[in-house]
C-alpha cells in the first residue's frame, strides 16, 4: 500500500524559511519522480516542482531561486526547502507520486506578519 505523509507547515513570517517533508512507503522510492503542487484558498492547484529519480530538477517560475527540491532516497523522503517566502505561497502544500498519481494529506503553510 503507497502512502505519502506530509510535514512541517506552519505559520512563517514574510522573508523567513521552511522545510516541508513528504515521507513515502509501499514503492522502491529511488525510481521514481515525485512532485510537489500548493493549492491557495480560491485558486487551482499548481505545480511548484519535480525532481526526477537522478535529481534532476524543475520549478514553476514564481518559486524559482526561492524553493529547493530535494530527496533522500535512503530514507524514502522528499523535501521542500523554502526560502523568502511571501504572503503568496500561503496554500496547502501536497506531495504527488505522479507514476501512480498518488497524493498525501496536504501540510498547510501560512505567510503572514
Known amino acids: 500500500q503507497v502512502q505519502l505523509v506530509e510535514s512541517g507547515g506552519g505559520l512563517v513570517r514574510p522573508g523567513g524559511s521552511l522545510t516541508l517533508s513528504c515521507k513515502v512507503s509501499g514503492i522502491t522510492f529511488s525510481e521514481y519522480a515525485m512532485k510537489w503542487y500548493r493549492q491557495a484558498p480560491g485558486k487551482e492547484r499548481e505545480l511548484v516542482a519535480i525532481?526526477?529519480?537522478?535529481?534532476?530538477?524543475n520549478y514553476a517560475d514564481s518559486v524559482k531561486d526561492r524553493f529547493t527540491i530535494s530527496r533522500d532516497n535512503a530514507k524514502s523522503t522528499v523535501y521542500l526547502q523554502m526560502n523568502n517566502v511571501k504572503p503568496e505561497d500561503t496554500a496547502v502544500y501536497y506531495c504527488n507520486l505522479p507514476s501512480f498519481d498518488y497524493w498525501g494529506q496536504g501540510t498547510q503553510v501560512s505567510v503572514s506578519s
Open positions: 525532481i526526477m529519480k537522478r535529481g534532476i530538477t
